[in-house]
Structure formats: C-alpha cells, structure tokens
C-alpha cells in the first residue's frame, strides 16, 4: 500500500481512479465499479462536472426535492431543494400550504450591500495615512474602473472607499474597506479583483508619496471580500389573528401561539437552543442555496456571525402576539447570485432557477429566506405540540426498509404497524423476518 504520490493532479482521470483504488481499498475492482457507476452516461455533462473541481474521480448524488404551494408577496412558487436529510422537504410543503391559506408570506430586501477589504500595517503618523487615503482615493477608484466598468453598466460597482483604524484591536493594524453592489451577481470575483487592483494602486502610490515612505510604507497583508454582509439583508414574516391558526394536534390556537412565542423566546436567550432553532432555518435556506448554484458555505458563515451580531448567539427569527395577531419573522443576511459562478454551467441549477421562473438576486434572497421562515415554523409547530419524532420516524423507518431491502408490501404494512410501535432497526428486521 501506497499512501502518498508526487503529481497525482497530472495523472488522467482513469489513472486517478486507478491509483485511488488500488492503493486504499480492500477490493479495487468493486470500489472502481463503484465510482465509475456514478459517471454520467454523457460524456461531455460529465467533462463539464468534471471540471468544476480539480482531481474529479466521480459524481456525489444528493436527492433534489421541490416544495410546491409557497406564496410569496402574492406570487406562487415551487421552491427546489437539495437536501440528504428526510422530512425537510415535506416540512417545507406542509408550511407553504399551511401559510398559502392565510394570507402567504410577505418579503422584502432591506440593503444589497457587499463587503470587501485591504488590510494592512502601517506605524506610522495616523493623520499622515489619512491624508494619503483622501488624496488618492478617487484616482484609486478611476483606477479601477478599467474592471468596474461592465458592472457599472449592470447597475453595480463600487460604492464606497474608507479608512477604518483597527489599531486598538491589533497594533498599527489599518484597513481600507470597501462597500459594493454586484447586481445580480454573487459578486466574489468581482469584488476580489476590483480589492486587488486597488491594493496594487496603493502600493503604487505609497512608492511615490515621500510622507508615507518616510513614515515606514504600508505593508498590505491580504485583500479579499467578507461573507459577513450585515448590509446585505432580507426580511421575510407570516402574520395572521390568532384564531386562524387553527387547533393544532389537539391544542388551541391562543395556546399554540403563545408556545410559538416561547419556544422563539428560548431560542433568543439560550445559544445551546439557538444554534438548534438557527440550523432548522438552515435546512431551507441550505436546499435552496444549494438547489440555485450558491455557495452555502460563504451563507452559513455570514448567516451565523449575524446571529452572533449583539456578542451572544441568538435566534434569528421572531415570533410576537400583538393584538390578537400572531407574527413570525426572520431577517437573514443573503449574498446570492443568479447570474455568474455555477448559475449557467450547472444544468440542474439552470433548471432550478427556471422552476422559480428566474429570479434575479434581490427575488432570490426573498425566496431563500421565505424557505428559512417556512421550516423554522414547521419545527417549532412540530415541537410544541406532537414533538419532532413523529413525522422523523416514518421517513427514518422507510430508510431503514430500503437498507433492509424490504418490498414494495412489507413497506406499506410495515407503515401501518409501526404507526404504533416503537421504530429501531432491530425492530425492523424482527418484523420483516417474520412477515
Ligand atoms: C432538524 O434538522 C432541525 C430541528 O432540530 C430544528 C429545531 O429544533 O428547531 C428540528
């Protein structure tokens, strides 16, 4: 066994394979049928996957699922969703129906503003810097519209340029911060090109300004966009009089709404439930980036320090009674793109856009956050009333009967019986050994 290899990023794909196989697995013929078994029949759909990354071996399903009956801002949606976990989507249908018939959901993007920095040491006269920045902020800028110019066309570019002293968190620390709009674009390599040609103009200037050289230069560290856009926000909600919530699993409505308010109470107080309560948000919101081509991890990280924003990690959502009329909402920071990266190289993100009649950005970010509010609702009215197993076990159940290799009958008795008996994979096969 071999573990390690110069240049395994110049073999072909097959000798990839090959190498991968034989040098980390007990039986290289089947784990090689495996991974070419995921290979798309269509050789250039593959080539196209291929090369998204780098040392492509093969394809990784995850299962897309749609959820019909959203209304948002009076217009219908089917929103689709890649997701591994069961009952998401489910969940997603059950609350779009459940609000499609009181009235939808209301949406609306507060800011689009993205964030890029230069960050730098300088120890020298702060006064001396700022005055440099002053000077040379618009040739900086004019500089850089020999990139910012198409965008501009699209409505986009840069926004603002400021100095920003970090000194007293870190000694002689600086940045120049930046503030954009990329349109309809996520906007990463915009904003990381337009950061670097300016931090090129800079040191530029810094070479032929005699002030900032006597004082020591500026030492630039690195200059790259922040996933943190608390400017770049959404607000979604669901309202409606207490009394149209209707019983729920038994409970009154006045009763239901005040859990509802609690539980989001809990989760404002508590970071244990938050964090919770916040990745039930993340379910929809996730399936959606994903579904549309984003990238999920640049809103994760965004979406969590803005839930961090007050010093405590806190619910994102909101849930009041104010005169008899329940109100659940929820403000997320979005960074999406519907134009760009993966949106027209991906046929399935293109099919995904195309189901929610192509959006542009500002409807994407409302869409997205609407999947947020729709399964946070669903959990909470899951948990305050029959708890979240219920609805859990029956799709961990079929699970367990797919792994079981159960039949199409075992399956439906096996919905039947074990709607009254506890769920576990020893339970399973007792029952199918003895069907
Ligand atoms: C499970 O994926 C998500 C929940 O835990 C969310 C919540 O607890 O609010 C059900």
Do not use: D
């Given at each position: 066994m071999k573990h390690s290899i110069e240049?395994?990023?110049?073999?072909?794909k097959a000798e990839k394979v090959d190498w991968i196989t034989k040098n980390y697995f007990n039986h290289p013929e089947e784990a090689k049928t495996l991974l070419t078994s995921y290979w798309n029949q269509n050789n250039e759909l593959q080539k196209r996957h291929d090369e998204?990354?780098?040392?492509?071996l093969s394809n990784f399903y995850l299962p897309l699922g749609v959820a019909p009956n959203f209304i948002i801002n009076g217009k219908n949606y089917t929103l689709p969703m890649v997701i591994e976990e069961s009952s998401v989507v489910a969940a997603a249908g059950n609350a779009a129906k459940y609000w499609s018939q009181r009235g939808g959901f209301t949406a609306k993007v507060l800011s689009i503003d993205k964030v890029g920095q230069i960050h730098f040491f300088y120890k020298g006269n702060k006064a001396s810097l700022s005055s440099f920045v002053a000077t040379h902020t618009a040739q900086w800028l004019e500089k850089v519209r020999e990139i910012s110019a198409k965008m501009e066309t699209r409505g986009g570019g840069i926004k603002s340029l400021t100095l920003v002293d970090k000194t007293a968190d870190l000694p002689h620390y600086y940045q120049l911060h930046l503030t954009f709009s990329t349109a309809d674009a996520m906007g990463a390599n915009f904003i990381n090109s337009c950061l670097e040609h300016i931090a090129k103009s800079v040191e530029i200037s810094v070479i032929n300004n005699s002030v900032i050289l006597n004082e020591g230069g500026i030492d630039i560290v690195l200059c790259i966009l922040s996933n943190y856009t608390p400017n770049c926000l959404v607000h979604v909600q669901v309202s409606c009089p207490i009394e149209d919530l209707g019983k729920q699993d038994k409970m009154e409505a006045s009763i239901f709404a005040k859990k509802l308010v609690q539980a989001v109470a809990i989760a404002k107080v508590e970071p244990y439930r938050a964090v919770t309560h916040n990745k039930g948000i993340m379910n929809g919101v996730d399936a959606l980036v994903i579904a549309t081509g984003n990238d999920f991890r640049a809103i994760e990280a965004g979406v969590h320090a803005f839930a961090s924003r007050s010093g405590r990690y806190s619910s994102l959502s909101e849930a009041s009674i104010n005169n008899g009329q329940f109100t659940m909402e929820l403000t997320l920071p979005l960074a999406l793109g519907t134009v760009g990266g993966l949106t027209s190289l991906h046929p399935m993100v293109k099919w995904s856009l195309e189901l929610l009649g192509n959006p542009n950005a500002e409807e994407l970010m409302k869409i997205i956050a609407v999947a947020g509010l729709a399964q946070n609702f669903a959990a909470l009215r899951s948990l305050v009333t029959s708890g979240i197993q219920k609805g859990h076990m029956k799709m961990h159940l079929l699970n367990i009967l797919n792994q079981l290799g159960a039949n199409e009958q075992q399956k439906v008795k096996a919905l039947v019986y074990f709607k009254t008996n506890t769920v576990s994979v020893q339970a399973v096969r007792h029952y199918l050994e003895n069907f």
């Open positions: 240049g395994f990023s110049k073999l072909s998204f990354i780098e040392n492509t």
